[in-house]
């Protein structure tokens, strides 16, 4: 199916701030941000109503001790209300009915939305407080960031099940081979748990000269994750914390010439990022304990946990030998750390240009991923892994492990123009060769198998299997922008970009239920590699058609009195209305993807926002 369809966005952001000065020493301020952010599209196979309120509340107070010290202390306290629905609940038709086609014959399912609803609660508390000193040649700056994050949700994916036909007779005669169903609570909250980070840093700033300026420092990292949670198995009673994470950093900017006409910067770092606390709710959610099975996939031959379509499902009391599908967060697990190191060199031409080239790379390990352990597969000729129906612990469905074996590396040449503001005008244009690399682009993958050849035999695992181009990658990438100030107060500005399109992973639509063991084993599956000329592909070795954007803006500005301006301005985003699709994922989109279709790597996807048009005012005093 094809064709058009609305989606509209209302949102309505309330700010406001106080300032005050207590003291010629010590200054505060207070602001307050509110947002009522609502989603609603006409097509509703797709997450087609989407709410948000957000609150935000921030105090800080900066006190100057005498002549070379200063502090600054925040607080931040923050609430999010998120609610993801579908539109299609409450409807004749609540259910997504999906057909493809699988060795002729053709296969279909029926259920509602797999990962809809949600309803996340979720409230941060942070404070930070920075301390600098200055003496001499250094500037010494000391600091504390402690965030608490606690998060209460409402996950049941499958509640009302996801039926699996093999024909369609079989559909029609309501005669499923599987069925996915979430077995476990299912009031709000099924997750509620805290999160807690504490970070420590500090930090020089040394000038020994007027050419250099040399900066280093170190910061610690520790995330102190739930503990003490019911779980079937020991290792999923608690949540590993990560207390070792030292993060040193090292910087610099010379002047060769001493004139300010060059300048050389560099720099390499070592950086830890946050793990979601949403990665944990499976731990809690799918506990293994009665009657948190999480979802569980089963078969006719299953007795009482199987319900006939479309028969009301007792989700939080299932049949006490019904499938067990428990998840938990391995006990090695840590956050994702990353190696960056950057080195730029830039040049002043004339009195208002500049030119510069700046080189970047950067690699990451202990991305989080998904193993699925209770699985037994071969490998084909090719190297790929294809999973059996059959479980090696017949007691279980899936057990569904977090693990933190991704990698991923980033590697870029940017070369930049710019003109500072000057006889009425500016301009910039950036040029970046990159490439990005990775085992996986997810930032919190809830379901998909991230590494190949993943199962109960760790003598097998290959993360390599997987290398590929990320999702993110953008091999060509140029921006251009500028300003203009026109007759009569008028001012004209823009921005141009033209990027490469994205990649997309290539898959072989004939191996892909075999690949998985399609029905016992469900969707959480690898993607079956292609193989052209005795070769698998590589992951991700497609790439979408490129992208060239022209936003624009025109301006002017009104003054009444000292004290008062009014801002009137016009905005067009896209101006053009380029229209550039790409392949899409799913199995709907199997030809798309499949090297053996007359469709492969035709777009279906709008990837470019529509042309907009935007009338605004600004009032000044």
Known sequence: MSGTFLRSVDNLILFGKVDHQFNPSNSGSLRVNYSDFERISSYKDEESLKTEEVTSI????????????????????????????????????????????????????????????????????????????????????????????????????????????????????????????????VTFPNYDETQELLSLYAQDTWRPNDRLTISYGIRYGATYNPDNLPHLFPQGQNIPDDTNNWQPRFGFTYTPGGEGTDVVRGGIGLFTGRTPSLIFASQVQQNGIFPNFGRVNVQPSDGDAFVPCCDPINNENPPADAPNSPSYVDPTFEDAETLRMNLGYERQIGQAWSAGVDLVYAETDKLQSNIELNRTFTLDQFGRPFYSSTRPNPDFNEIFTRQSLGESEYKALTLKVERRFRDRYQFRAHYTYSEDRDTDSNERSATGVTVSIAGNDRALWNPGY??????????????????????????????????????????????????????ALGFNCTIPRPVVNGVVLERNSGRNESITTVDLRLSKMFDFGDRYQIELFAEVFNLFDEQATAVCFGFTCNDQRDPTSDELGLGSNRVTGPQQVQLGARFRF
């Open 466 to 519: 997987d290398w590929g181009l990320s999702e993110r990658d953008v091999k060509n990438r140029l921006l251009v922008s500028g300003l203009v100030e026109l007759p009569w107060g008028f001012r004209v500005s823009g921005i141009a970009e033209y990027r490469s399109g994205r990649p997309w992973d290539p898959s072989d639509a004939g191996a892909d239920f075999a690949a998985c063991g399609f029905g």
């Open 58 to 185: 921030v105090g800080q107070v900066v006190s100057v001790i005498g002549s070379n010290k200063v502090n600054e202390a925040r607080i931040q306290i923050a609430d999010n209300a998120l609610d993801r629905l579908s539109q299609r609940v409450g409807e004749p038709i609540e259910a997504q009915v999906r057909f493809r086609n699988r060795d002729g014959l053709g296969s279909g399912s029926l259920g509602k939305f797999d990962f809809l609803p949600i309803f996340v609660e979720e409230g941060k508390t942070q404070f930070q407080d920075n301390f600098s000193y200055l003496f001499g040649v250094h500037d010494l700056k000391f600091g504390i960031d402690y965030r608490s994050d606690d998060l209460k949700q409402l996950f049941a994916g499958s509640l009302d099940g996801r039926y699996d036909f093999n024909t369609v007779e079989d559909f029609v005669n309501n005669d499923a081979s599987n069925v996915r169903i979430y077995y476990g609570k």
